[in-house]
């Protein structure tokens, strides 16, 4: 697929808003659904305090957030904030889908912007315009934002400046009047969702082309007919393999999320060699999921970057 493809969308015959709406919600639930995914929630893994359920009702509690988020060009942290109170209004298994929210937002926004016109788009154009509207943010959407971190249950790198554990800091950011994307070009080194806003959200599209390719039937997906949960879980691999994830740096540290993405690595090599497709490497999927479901070793954040790469293939039209 080349990266120029244009996409037509598919929205029937209601509002576009709506549109792009359940595209975000579809992505929430395909993303929770897909198994086996290595150390996260999904149809048949649960933890103790968080359950598969949770982020069903988290998606679904959400939605008119991100129908509102389709038709909006500013209010960027409000929005967000808005989507995680939402998200912990419906269910009681804490922070869901925390750095999902932060990528699904600007890039529904630019949805709806490019989209208010036309019926097509390119990955590029829409990663674009989501680029642009994060780096046109302010003062209130960085307050905004981090007057919801306490209440998501979020937790955090310790950090000199700005800090969630400084009450003083919020007053500090309106003083030096501090944007929420000059927030996120502090936080992007040590944070993957940080460092999407500020290189392009290209993760995220490099994993929407994945996906698009995998429904597709293109070869790294092994035998024909494309099943879109093995679609996901090999991109979700692949994805992990090229990305520090650093949900499990701040709960670890940056050895045990190297580590695992090495070994994502591995397994997903096999198919790039021709050795294996997906049906001969799921007990290897299998193992690593029991093993790090087992040390509670979780890679939140290469699952929110898949959420942000479905929302943007069910955008392109990918149906199964």
Known sequence: MSKT????????????????????????????????KPGNVDRHDDYEDTRYEHFLASAIGMYPVMEEAAGRSNGTGLLIKNAVMESISWQKGGNTHFGAIILLVPLAMAAGRILKGKDTFTIPELTECAHDIVKNTDTTDAIDLYSCFDAAGVKVNPVEEFSLQDKQAIGEMKEKKVTLYELM??????????????????????CAENIVAGMNNEPFYGSPGADINDVVVCTFLKTLSENEDTFITTKFDRKTSLSVSSRAGSIIQKIYNNEADFYNIRPLILEMDRELLEKRINPGSTADIMIAGIFIALLAGVRY
């Open 185 to 206: 070009e502090i936080a992007k080194e040590y944070d993957l969702i940080a460092n999407e806003w500020i290189s392009g959200f290209n993760r995220c599209a490099a």
């Open 5 to 36: 493809t244009t996409f037509t969308i598919k929205k029937g015959k209601y509002p576009l808003n709506s549109y792009i709406g359940r595209c975000a919600q579809l992505a929430m639930c395909l993303e929770v659904s897909a198994s086996p």
